[in-house]
Structures are given as C-alpha cells and as structure tokens.
C-alpha cells in the first residue's frame, strides 16, 4: 500500500546543532508539504514543494530549509536548531487535481531541542 | 492573523448524540474546504471535504455544511461514538487562478471532541 514515512519519529537535539528530519512517500504524489504543530496554532505552513528542484516558503519558514531532488522525498533541515523549534512536525503530499487536493499525512516526528 | 478559526477548544457529548463542530474563516478566496481528524501520537487523517459550490456534502455518520455568506462551516457527527474522541482540524484552501495553488492548506486551532459512552 501507498504511503507516507517519517524518521525519526522522535529527536532530541542542543541549541545550534543542524537537524534533518526526512519524510518519503510512495504515492507518487507531486506536491508535498511540511507543517509544524503547536498549541493553540493548529498545524503551520513551513515549506512546500510542488515537484523536483521546486521549493518555497510557507507561513513559518525562518530558519528551515527543503530541498527536493526526487518525487519520493521531501527532506527538512533546521540549519542551527533552536528552542523555540521544539514542536511535532508533520509532512504531507497529495496529487495535483486543479486546486482541490486533499492532503495525505505522515505520522509525525516530535523535536525538542534543549 | 488567523484566517481560519475553530473558537471552542473542547465538546463533550454523550456517545449516541449528535456532536456539532464549528469553524469560521475570513478569507473569501477560500473555495475548499477539509475537515481532518488526529488521535494522539498519529498524523492528521482526513475524514471530509466540501468545495464552495456545495453547501453540503455527506459520508456516513460525517456531514459537512458550508456557509459562505457567513464564512462558517460546520461538521455534524450522528450518532457520535466513543471512537470518535480525537482532535478535529477544519482547513481551508484556495486553488488559485487555474487552480495553480495546489491546495496549500490553513488550518484552524483545533477542536478536542470527547464521547463520553
């Protein structure tokens, strides 16, 4: 079956070390997607790809980065990891159908920086 | 600001009721509009969807009605039962000029429902 991975789906890191969280999906799916999510904001933009060498920023981008060299995977990286980074993150896909695409989850991976 | 907004945190009904979750949105662009469950630990799973040219779109125990001259949309569950404990996230999307938005997705706070049996 079609689906959608995430590793690790737990990470502790320190303030200033860079961090990549790696997201793959089978559902050959052009476009992905990386939230974040924390209380009281429900699920936040970071990135989003709409194909291969396609990146751009979302909502809350400051300090993310993306980059997309294959349709499987959409890896994220925090270049210098900070406190206010410590969050559950969650990458998404889904097939281009004209505007109204549903968006199909992974499990999530939980950072908290220290 | 927060263009998509769920403004009651929690509902509790009794297992068997019919449980009402509501969302409002500010950005008239918005022409679809998606309706996500979470359980703890997991990732969002999506239960429903409606676009603006309905009002109402139905899937077994999950109805979703749309407002637009109000800007709100809700989610009836009937009859609710204790499975459905979750987080429930209203999202909205706008599929831009030719639909070259690719549904990009803002979502409302959340809205923890518990079934009670």
């Known amino acids: 079956d079609a689906e959608i991975t995430q590793s690790p789906r737990h990470k502790i890191t320190e303030t200033g070390r860079q961090v990549t969280l790696a997201c793959h999906q089978t559902?050959?799916?052009?476009?992905m997607f990386w939230y974040r999510q924390d209380l009281g904001h429900g699920l936040r933009l970071i990135h989003y790809s709409y194909g291969v060498q396609d990146t751009n920023k979302g909502e809350v981008s400051d300090g993310y980065s993306v980059s997309r060299s294959n349709t499987e995977d959409l890896p994220l990286t925090l270049e210098s990891a900070a406190s206010s980074q410590t969050s559950v993150y969650f990458c998404?896909?889904?097939?281009?159908?004209?505007?109204?695409?549903?968006?199909?989850f992974g499990p999530g991976t939980r950072l908290l920086v220290l | 600001d927060q263009q998509v907004k769920q403004n009651s945190p929690s509902l509790s009904v009794q297992e068997g009721r019919i449980s009402i979750l509501n969302c409002d949105y500010t950005n008239s662009m918005f022409d679809y509009f998606l309706w996500y469950k979470k359980y703890p630990a997991e990732g969002p799973t999506f239960l429903i969807s409606i676009s603006s040219i309905k009002d109402k779109n139905e899937d077994g125990r999950f109805t979703v009605f749309l407002n637009k001259s109000a800007k709100h949309l809700s989610l009836h569950i009937v009859p609710s039962q204790p499975g459905d404990s979750a987080v429930y996230f209203c999202?909205?999307?706008?599929?831009?000029?030719?639909?070259?938005?690719?549904?990009?997705?803002?979502f409302g706070q959340g809205t923890i429902l518990t079934v009670h049996p």
């Open positions: 999202a909205a999307s706008y599929s831009g000029a030719g639909g070259t938005s690719y549904g990009k997705l803002t």
């Open positions: 559902w050959n799916h052009n476009n």
């Open positions: 998404a896909s889904s097939e281009t159908r004209g505007g109204w695409e549903t968006q199909y």
